[in-house]
């Protein structure tokens, strides 16, 4: 009975729209990752050059990271979300085109405009839908879309690379073109059933009043009654450099591993494409179950009675444990080769998780996306640099992984205690004296 009445509510469809553009958003990202062996077959791609379309993508991704929850502003949600679905679908096929790794350059920086709006725009979007009571839950449902096309990518690609009847082009190319042209599907329908719940035309009078919180305000966001901080002003808190830099160092060995899992299994551990499809699914199912089983630990402690700083660094203190498990990749058997690659997806999701959830631990409301922007800024720089480096230490020392992930296995831990010094106590900061609610500075 309770399931019924769960989906019977719109905003329970409207997170499940939510949760499959993410999960497309991932699927479009990995496509490289998987590809990139078969189109070496086309023009040649060095380890240096991956990761330095890597890092074009990042850097689009983390300036529009930042602009993006002011784009959504400007556009509203529902046409601000439609054209830059489109846009980035455009920008995956764009890769179906190229004939050298300029071409590719433009489409991975193309992509990275496009996808790097994404979770600025679904944040706008659940808080248009979701009440407070609601909204970390709703979030969290939504975030596990992430998982979700990782885990869909690798076998959906090895798929398509394996089918030799298409009908013109490399196969190489339709993976591109068939991911791409997923988003113009999401994108239809986005435009039926988007609409903010204070203007949806099949929202239920029963609905209207479990989400009045949402309906009764003005706009499409509350105004929080607590001063806001001017974006220029966040800079002056040891709170968002040390989230910035915690960040930076644990996204580092994220987009490392996002990247690269399917490279180094098929260059290092000999796998194929079918392998690599049976196999690569198996980390990002264990992040999804990272995000839930870390973020409710942390929820749980608070429920027991402890405080939010408490709960909060013990439950950082366990993800960030497991992640030494990369420093076995090296050296273990193919056979068991994937386990840490899971062990080590389950505690960088489930840290990530409770960091991009510190923003609203500490700072008001009308502050958080802006600190959750440049959070997201920072850990897309870290991946930035960490590929680079790593690509250029591969192009001297090829298959010598040895020492990226003696990196990798302890960069997570290093972030934690950037936390413990930088963030002493988890708890709301006060305001600049004299201080208005205007946070555009």
Known sequence: MAVRAILRRKRFWIAVLLFVAIANSYMDRN?????????????????????RLNSYFLFAYALMYVGGGRLMDALGTRRGFLWITIFWSLAVMSHGLATGIAGLAVSRLLLGVGEGGGFPAITKAVSEWF???????????????????????????????????????????????????????W????????????????????????????????????????????????????????????????DAVWYFIAF????????????????????????????????????????????????????????????????????VVPYISTTWVIVPFMIGYFGQQGWSTLVMTLPADLFPRDAVGSVAGLVGFGGALGGILFGEMSGRYLDAHPLDYEPIFAVAGVLHVVSFLVILVTIRRIERVEPPPGQGRDIDG
């Open 260 to 327: 690269w899992l399917p490279k180094y299994l098929m260059d290092a551990r000999d796998f194929d494409i079918r392998d690599v499809g049976a196999f690569a699914w198996m980390p990002w199912a264990a992040a999804g179950v990272g995000c839930l089983v870390v973020g409710s630990f942390s929820s749980a402690l608070i429920g027991r009675g402890l405080s939010v700083d408490a709960a909060r660094k013990i439950a950082l203190g366990a993800a960030v444990s497991v992640m030494p498990a990369l420093l």
């Open 31 to 51: 496509t490289l990752a998987v590809a990139v062996n078969a189109i070496r077959e086309t023009f040649p791609i060095g380890d240096g050059d991956f990761a």
């Open 131 to 185: 009440p407070a009571r609601e909204r970390s839950t709703a979030i969290g449902f939504v975030n596990a879309g992430t998982a979700a096309g990782g885990v869909l990518a690798p076998p959906l690609i090895a798929v398509v690379l394996s089918y030799q009847g298409w009908p013109a082009g490399e196969p190489w190319r339709w993976v591109f073109f068939l991911s791409g042209s997923t988003g113009f599907l």
């Open 187 to 250: 994108a239809i329908w986005w435009l039926w059933d988007y609409f903010p719940a204070s203007r949806h035309p099949r929202l239920s009078a029963a609905e209207k009043l479990e989400i009045a919180e949402v309906l009764g305000r003005p706009g499409d966001e509350a105004r929080s009654d607590e001063p806001g901080i001017p974006w220029l002003r966040l800079f002056r808190y040891r709170q968002v450099w040390g989230l910035m830099l915690c960040k930076g160092l644990g």
